[in-house]
């Protein structure tokens, strides 16, 4: 699906919906989830600055994922986006995500990993990273990022076509890291990483007013 915006177009993926294996280990666990949509790649700084008319990133470059965002800018995006193409859908930090709302917003936690790991379709040939077992096909990490992020769709996408899923800037999600927690969940690992926190599994956290230059973000579209 093809999204247009008065200066630009981005495309979405359809990630059919279904039940997976969440997490790893003792704390695997199977979620079911709706049919959504999900960006091809993570918010790039055109993208950003088209909506907000700013570019806080500290390595600039127009195809580059835009990076030194926090939890609630990410948020602010989206309920811009949805503003400037008239959809209903809307959420804060003060307010419950509606899923059944359409409109674009953070990914959940579990909508992250879903998509990452290839859908429905991969859950009896799940892989390491988003789209391969070697991390070099599919993502900039510390070995390969030359120490800055990367413009995006370079490397290979993963089985939905959705690119740079593991490496290049961590991605916010809607969720708490747990109950009564401070944190929201960041995933897929970043430029400045080893390959461990680049895992389709490994979840990071911090909290949603903090900024760095590897935290970005990535939309996904409510039917």
């Not at 949509?37 to 470059?61: D, H, I, W």
């Not at 911090?206 to 579209?221: A, E, S, T, Y």
Request: contains cysteine; aromatic residues 14%; proline residues 4%.
């Amino acid at each position: 699906m093809i999204v247009k915006l008065p200066s630009l177009e981005f495309k979405l993926v359809k990630v059919q919906g279904g039940t997976f294996t969440m997490g790893e280990g003792k704390k695997a666990h199977k979620v079911e989830l709706d049919t959504f949509y999900m960006a091809e790649f993570p918010v790039t700084q055109e993208l950003y600055e088209a909506v907000m008319k700013t570019n806080p990133s500290k390595f600039k470059g127009k195809r580059r994922p835009v990076e030194t965002v926090n939890w609630y800018k990410s948020v602010e995006f989206c309920q811009k986006i949805n503003e400037i193409l008239e959809l209903p859908q809307g959420s804060d930090d003060k307010a419950k995500l509606d899923l059944k709302t359409k409109g674009f917003r953070l990914p959940t936690e579990a909508e992250w990993e879903y998509a990452a790991g290839g859908g429905a379709r991969a859950e009896h040939t799940k892989q390491e990273y988003a789209g391969s077992n070697n991390l070099n096909i599919v993502g900039w990490y510390s070995k390969n990022a030359n120490s800055e992020t990367r413009p995006v769709g370079l490397k290979m996408p993963n089985k939905l076509g959705l690119y740079d899923m593991s490496g290049n800037v961590y991605e916010w999600c809607w969720d708490w890291s747990g109950k009564d927690s401070k944190y929201r969940v960041l995933r897929g690992g970043s430029w400045c990483n080893d390959a461990t926190r680049s895992r389709i599994a490994f979840r990071n956290y911090d909290f949603p007013n903090f900024v760095w230059n590897d935290f970005g973000f990535r939309l996904v579209f409510s039917l």
